[in-house]
């Protein structure tokens, strides 16, 4: 059922020892989405422990500083950033089937819980807490402004994308103005370090670069045997996707890894316009307009001119 | 002479045929105020044209299109973004010592014109200019927002350093509330796109990074023998600096370039807290606490040592 804030903060406040659920993965959004609830559960008197199939990470250690898990048996489930009990990982057997209240922003929502409150508009879930936040009149701690900052930073890129909102300019306005975060850091934390593998991996992947269709597609390509000498996995190599439409003549970037059974994964981004999912679709797979997937097998000198067609086909619409 | 909004605002009423000077090696936020004040200008019914000693180059494309220069002989000098009249290249001989207005954000303005409506809070020229046309009464046309946009955005960062104020928030979320701008659009323009010959330094400076003081220190040097095999020149080279501070340890990056003499230029870049300016003071150099520069001479491995152990005291500092 989709509730509005008034039922939420009823919900809450009339609540006890809860658990709240991010989704596995864990990025910025429903880390600070977890923590930032955790402090308006505190100011209300409500206990709550934040729970996660993965670990959170050194990166997060700027959020998850100062935070004790408590011991307590749960009464309460709340589940925060999550579409679908699937991305509890681990959690989804224990609690998928029973979580009272959950506070997103996926249009794709699959509507799991007892009670949604849910903005689909909003950049992030962490624009929704901080809506709550409002609308109950609780005090936002200097803590929780640093959790809600960072997860509409996240999921904006930094108020780069287009799913930013304005909301999402008005709440970091504040809480800068209000609060003394070192939002810098934090988008430092978030944006601009690597590990030492990443940057070596995104340098490797950056030289094997190869244009198509006049420099509006690029596909980079990587075989098992390379990556063997590159020494990874397959999975190592997931996130670097966006890397293939870095180049400033590129609508579409595809990036191909090889499966061991010698099956290629292909991740399509889209710089613009192109509707990728479009062209994924006509391709056995799918996703969203931006960012979007399917499998090729044959050769690779093959798979490529494929995609190419494809690439060029919707190029030409 | 400082002066307000409201003695910014009568010259500007009673002005005409004004030139509006942009610095050299021309960024979005001067661009973007040169072309805003244009517009704003156009909507009180005076004449402008916007100069600028190199030419603006096709990332800008989305702001100079539609603008066409008129031809008259200039009765009003302005200056945008300007903190010295150093950065007017060929125009400082021209316009230098008459200049009438100059509108910026830098505290080390040099008060070379008659008039200087500065705010070294502001993000950019551009909040200065938005603060302007508020004051004004002026309707901000779609091209203006997004001249304006695109200022603020470059400033800041896309809105990820520290310089970013709350104000630069609020200016964007009205931007994107009340004008149809493309903002994702113009991010990707001037965040995400590089070129071909970027793409490979990036990977090839990437791949030569070297690790000192338990990673806190990053030293990226380029030989002239370097510069040759990879074909580039030391300008070519310029603005790769932070790039030495992408690893996740590092405190402090210097990128090393040999000229032709033998001599190294060192350019320092800091990650956080470590003021660089003091460091490169204390090494014949200066600059800023985040960015400065100094030059040093005579072996390879001896300038590594000797730059190695300036960073270690300030580290221990």
Excluded: W
């Amino acid at each position: 059922m989709l509730i509005g804030f008034s039922e939420a903060e009823q919900f809450l406040r009339s609540c006890k020892d809860a658990v709240i659920i991010t989704h596995r993965n864990p990025d910025g959004d429903c880390i600070g989405a977890g923590l930032g609830l955790h402090d308006i559960l505190s100011e209300i008197g409500v206990r709550s422990r934040v729970v996660c199939h993965d670990s959170f990470g050194a990166r997060y250690a700027f959020l998850t500083e100062g935070y004790t898990e408590e011991d307590f048996e749960p009464q309460t489930v709340i589940a925060v950033d999550i579409a679908d009990t699937q991305l509890m990982g681990s959690y989804e057997e224990i609690y998928g089937k029973r979580v009272q209240l959950c506070i997103d922003h996926h249009e794709s929502n699959k509507g799991y819980a007892e009670r949604t409150l849910l903005n689909a508009k909003a950049t992030a879930a962490c624009e929704v807490i901080y809506q709550l936040a409002k609308h109950m009149g609780v005090e936002i701690t200097t803590h929780c402004a640093m959790c809600l900052y960072t997860g509409i930073a996240t999921d904006s890129g930094c108020f780069k994308y287009s799913c930013t909102t304005p909301e999402a300019h008005e709440i970091a306005a504040e809480m800068m103005r209000s609060y003394d975060i070192d939002f810098a850091r934090i988008n430092r934390a978030m944006f601009d370090i690597k590990s030492r593998g990443r940057i070596r991996l995104e340098a490797e992947l950056s030289s094997m670069m190869e244009e198509y269709l006049d420099g509006r597609l690029v596909i980079v390509a990587v075989t098992q045997d390379m990556m063997k000498s590159m020494g990874v996995s397959i999975d190592e190599l997931e996130g670097f996707a966006p890397i293939t439409i870095q180049l400033e003549t590129a609508e579409v970037g595809i990036l191909l890894r090889e499966r061991e059974d010698g099956v290629f994964k292909c991740s399509f981004r889209s710089a613009n316009d192109v509707n990728v999912s479009k062209i994924c679709q006509t391709l056995g797979g799918g996703g969203h307009a931006k960012a979007a997937g399917c499998t090729a097998s044959g050769d690779l000198d093959s798979i490529k001119t494929y995609l190419t067609d494809a690439v060029r086909k919707a190029l030409e619409e």
